[in-house]
C-alpha cells in the first residue's frame, strides 16, 4: 500500500516550498565576477535593469535597497552605495549617512510586513571577511526568527525558504512608502502576488 502524506510523520508547517535558485537575476549563477572592474560589478549593473528584473526594493540619492539573490532568511536585504568603492572607510559622510538611513528604512518594512524577531546587520571586507563581491561594498541586513537557523543547510545544502523573491521583492517594495520613514522610492509590482 503506497505511502499517503499523511501517514508520514511531521506536521506542514510555514515553509511552503523549497527555494532553488531558478532566477539567475544578476550574476548567472553563483560565480563570482570575472575581476574587480566596475564593468563586472553586479552591484553596479543592477540599478540599470528594471527593479522587478535586478530585485530593487527601493533607490535612495546615493545608495538603494535590493534583495539577496542567496539569501540566508526570506527578507534578506543589502543596502548598496551606487559607487563602486570597496572599503568602509571610502565611503563619504553623505553616502554614510544615507547607508544608514537606508538600513533603518529596511528594519522599519521588515518588521512591518514579516516581524522577524531580531536581525543581524553587517559589512564583510574582503575576500578573507566573507564578502562575496568584495570590489563593491554592500551592508547586510538580515530578519531572524527564533529557530531559523535549522539543519537543513547542513544535512543537505539546502535552505527552505517560504517565498520566492520575486514575491518577497513585491511585498517590500509595496510597503516601502507606508513603513520606511524614508524618501527613498520604491516601485512596486502591477500586481504584486499573495505572499
Ligand atoms: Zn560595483
Known sequence: MPAEAADLAGT????????????MVYIGGA???ADDSERAC??????????????????GALAYVVLNLY????GHL????YRHVAGYPELTTAELAEIGELTQGAMRVLRATSAPAGFNLGVNQGDVGGAGIAAHLHQHVVPRWGGDANFMPIVAGTK???QLLGTTRAVLAAGWAA???TTAVAVPDATPEEG
Open 12 to 23: 506542514p508547517d510555514a515553509f511552503q516550498r523549497l527555494w532553488t535558485p531558478h532566477r
Open 31 to 33: 560565480d563570482k565576477p
Open 42 to 59: 553586479p552591484f553596479c549593473s543592477i540599478p540599470g535593469r528594471e527593479d522587478v528584473d535586478g530585485l530593487v526594493v527601493a533607490r
Open 71 to 74: 539569501p540566508y532568511n526570506p
Open 78 to 81: 543589502m543596502v548598496v552605495p
Open 160 to 162: 527552505p525558504l517560504p
Open 179 to 181: 513603513h520606511s520613514g
